[in-house]
């Protein structure tokens, strides 16, 4: 009897992938793996709904306030608990089970996000409390994150984890490309409220996944520090005495801290450098974002075949040159290219940052170093932002951006210089045992 449509798709999405089999399409061979089929399936819808909310809730602290001022602390305080919080989640990532961590964590921002809804609709929403529920939020991503990180090799392993990565990246990315979109259509229609409830229903799909998923009994695992400070001072530690790991998350650190920053000064381009409005202002960031998707899509497809590591120079060569033209350049179809670029290379550097840091730490460690990652990648953009933007004011934007770049490209030669390079012959994939050069 012929089998059905459903049955096939049964076949396709519930039933484990064989973890040797090869993979028809490169670009999307960690969706071989069922469970991260699952993963990437709810975070799409997940990751969907939280743009609609990062809409709203801009729109709704400016509707209330009409002030720069709160859309940057309303920002800050969104960010803000990753700055004290990620080490403490990374270690608790390493001492109770992922996948129930993450299951667990999907259901409070669910109801922060029905609250929020509910203060709309009530009348009761103030700037202040919009600052309240995104420290709320911010707080939980401090524990979601390190946890989330750490969980994906869980997935699909080591061979496969730099294109699920990837993936990852190309899902938040394509879900920041036409998020906005639709978050205006629902304001402009429904309301905000309306944005906020779908962002929690959102979180209905990830649930469904982390239930759905079918994960092998865990090994024992190896017995830790039974203080919470003592974990943190062991990957504080093991960061410390691993030249390679210390000098990568110091390059993250910077690269956050005088490149990444530079978006919040993309307004300021597009109004003061370039003579543009607020349709100009929307086509820069679009732009920064497909770069942005190109890039994860990118590693996807390519990983497999060049090193981590040049991959990882790749990055901050490109979004150095990237975001130096940008600065300097007064044609809007330049730094239209330029946003791009700039977005296409901070994407291959942290992508690639992310998986080395993975494949070089102990698994017991693992959920620390995410949390030592999250603290460098999200904890200092708070810094970062004051950094350039109080820069800008004294020198003016392009002086600030060019600065940036220039810190980003010093700190990128040192750290490269004390690493060097491994030997050409390893640049490309060896077929004949499936090694990469050590990254």
């Known amino acids: 009897m012929t089998s059905s449509p459903i049955a096939g798709w049964r076949r396709t999405f519930l039933t484990p992938a064989t973890p040797t089999a090869p993979a028809r399409f490169p670009m999307f061979r960690a969706l071989r793996h069922r469970n991260y089929r699952l993963y990437f399936l709810g975070q799409i819808i997940s990751l969907s709904g939280s743009w609609l909310q990062t809409v ?33 989640g990374g ?12 299951l667990a964590l999907q259901i409070p921002p669910m109801l922060l996000a029905f609250i929020f809804a509910g203060m709309i609709w009530s009348h009761t929403i103030t700037a202040g409390w919009i600052g309240v529920l995104a420290f709320g939020f911010g707080l939980i991503n401090a524990f979601d994150i390190p946890t989330r990180q750490a969980f994906a090799i869980e997935l699909v392993g080591k061979e496969d984890l730099a294109n699920a990565l990837a993936l990852n990246s190309a899902t938040f990315n394509t879900a920041r490309l036409l998020g906005p979109a639709v978050g205006g259509v629902i304001i402009a229609t429904l309301g905000a409220g309306w944005c906020l409830f779908i962002n929690g229903v959102s979180y209905v799909a990830a649930i469904w996944a982390l239930v759905a998923m079918r994960l092998e009994k ?21 960061v410390r005495r691993t030249p390679r790991v210390y000098s990568l998350l110091m390059l993250v650190s910077i690269m956050t801290i005088f490149g990444w920053s530079f978006w919040i000064l993309i307004p300021a381009f597009a109004d003061q450098v370039l003579g543009g409005s607020a349709v100009e202002l929307g086509k820069l ?39 130096a033209v940008f600065a300097m350049s007064t044609n809007f179809y330049l730094s239209l290219a330029m946003m791009a670029v700039a977005g296409f290379g901070i994407i291959l550097f942290y992508i690639n940052a992310n998986t080395t840091l993975q494949k070089r730490v102990p698994n017991h460690l693992r959920g620390r170093m995410m949390g030592v990652y999250a603290f460098s990648f ?8 004051l950094l350039i933007g109080l820069l800008a004011e004294k020198a003016g934007p392009p002086a600030a951006v060019i600065t940036g770049a220039a810190v980003c490209a010093l700190m990128a030669y040192v750290v490269f210089r004390l690493t060097p390079m491994p030997p050409m012959s390893k640049f490309f994939h060896d077929k004949r045992n499936g090694n990469f050069a050590p990254a």
């Open 56 to 88: 709203a809730q801009g729109w709704l602290v400016f509707e209330l306030t009409h002030s720069p001022f709160w859309l940057g602390f309303v920002g800050f305080l969104n960010f803000l608990p990753l700055t004290f919080f990620s080490l403490i």
């Open 218 to 238: 865990e090994p024992p695992r190896k017995s830790g520090p039974a203080l919470l400070g003592n974990s943190i001072r062991e990957i504080l530690l093991y």
């Open 91 to 102: 270690s608790i990532a390493d001492r109770l089970p992922k996948h129930r961590i993450l």
């Open 285 to 323: 960031m679009s732009a920064g974002g497909v770069g942005a998707l190109g890039s994860a899509l990118f590693v996807a497809a390519f990983n497999h075949r060049v090193s981590p590591r040049r991959l990882l120079m790749a990055g901050v060569l490109i979004f150095v040159a990237g975001v």
């Open 378 to 385: 999200g904890g200092l953009s708070p810094l970062g932002n």
